[in-house]
């Protein structure tokens, strides 16, 4: 093939981005493992892929929320995005609500999900275990919802965390089946789990996953915590009686540290070390504190503007409705067709 050729097809596939689709719950406070976890890989993919980020609320009421409550944070976790660099002219930035195709959607899926495929996720039944008084069946057929979410986008890559991992390859099996049945119907997405920083530890119980819910708020940064907060926090953080900073198993504290501190600088383990030989844990994690409080100034302070601008995020939430149900509802109608439901003109 001649130079010129290779290039013109180089060029048709590259005009043709590849789609990526991921999701946020509005259920509370966004933390330092969301920023780390999910969002910052949200904003290194934004350039090079299509990109839907979704504002979950569907999900979000599996658990029982406060209706308020549930309302500011979707307006938060909307705005977080924004403020964390995700600008709504180069993505599709929307709320799951607004666009109904994933629902609909849902429900055709659901009779493709088998209730022991859907028995076996682990997360239901940690919540369930968590939870015993509300273990509805909206927890039970969660993941269907996630695959109806994924796959109406035709989403080639889902960044989400290693706590994920088993809903997406719930959400593959979806669309295979399907496609099995009915011929191509669905892109079979693949996960994006990021190695670094795939994990951000609890500062408190440095074995456990950072979480939002955790009643101990020294165990986790908020995204929005004030800077001297941040760096108490860190200050506090549970580490070993050991001195030297440095990667090791066992020193779940510290390389907890090292890779929240890696994240921010982009620092290898290795440099990380020569930096801090010497010098205590102390040292190290006020570094720390003050890394991440430095790096999370700037989006606080946008968010801070966004929230008191209500009327614009609404304009963004309703441009992302357009946009997304416009896509969802090419993929709705093409399934009904399939399954053999009347479509009208
Ligand atoms: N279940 C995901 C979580 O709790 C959120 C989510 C919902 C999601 N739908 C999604 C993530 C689709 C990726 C793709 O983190």
Redesign the pocket.
């Known amino acids: 093939m001649s130079e010129d050729k290779i290039n013109a097809t180089e060029n048709i596939k590259n005009e043709k981005k590849k789609r990526i ?5 509005p259920s509370g406070t966004l933390t330092l493992g969301n920023y780390i976890g999910a969002i910052r890989n949200f904003l290194l993919l934004s350039g090079e892929y299509d990109c839907l980020y979704c504002v ?1 609320d569907e ?1 979000a009421i599996t658990v029982r929320q406060v209706p308020a409550e549930l309302r500011r944070h979707t307006y938060e976790t909307l705005a977080i995005y924004i403020a964390c660099g995700l600008s709504p002219e180069e993505n599709i930035l929307f709320i799951q609500s607004h666009v109904h195709q994933h629902a609909e959607l849902s429900w055709i899926l659901g009779c493709y999900a088998m209730f022991g495929e859907l028995s076996r996720m682990t997360q239901f039944k940690d919540k369930s275990a968590n939870n015993s008084e509300n273990i509805n069946a909206g927890l039970f057929t969660y993941p269907v919802l ?1 695959a109806a ?2 796959l109406l986008y035709q989403a080639d890559l ?1 960044p ?2 290693i706590d ?1 991992k088993q ?1 997406l390859e719930l959400a593959r099996t979806i669309a295979e089946r399907f496609n099995g049945i009915y011929g191509d119907t669905f892109v079979v997405p693949d996960g994006y789990i990021p190695e670094v920083g795939m994990k951000i530890m609890s500062l408190a119980e440095p074995t456990k996953k950072m979480s939002k819910s955790d009643t101990n708020v020294n165990g986790y940064v908020a995204i929005l915590d004030e800077p001297d907060t941040i760096i108490r926090k860190f200050r506090r953080a549970v580490t070993d009686s050991d001195s030297t900073v440095r990667y090791a198993e066992g020193k779940d504290g510290i390389n907890n540290l090292m890779s929240i501190y890696s994240s921010f600088t982009g620092k290898s383990y290795n440099e990380i070390e020569s930096e801090f030989e010497g010098k205590g844990y102390g040292d190290f994690k006020t570094a720390v504190g003050e890394t991440v409080s430095d790096g999370l100034k700037p989006i606080r302070t946008e968010f801070n503007r966004l929230m008191t601008d209500k009327s614009y995020l609404e304009s963004v939430m309703k441009q992302g409705a357009e946009q997304a149900g416009r896509l969802a509802e090419r993929t709705l109608k093409k399934v009904q067709k399939k399954l053999g439901f009347v479509l009208l003109k």
């Open positions: 689709f991921s999701g946020i719950q979950v999900h996630m979410d994924i889902v989400v965390g994920q809903h």
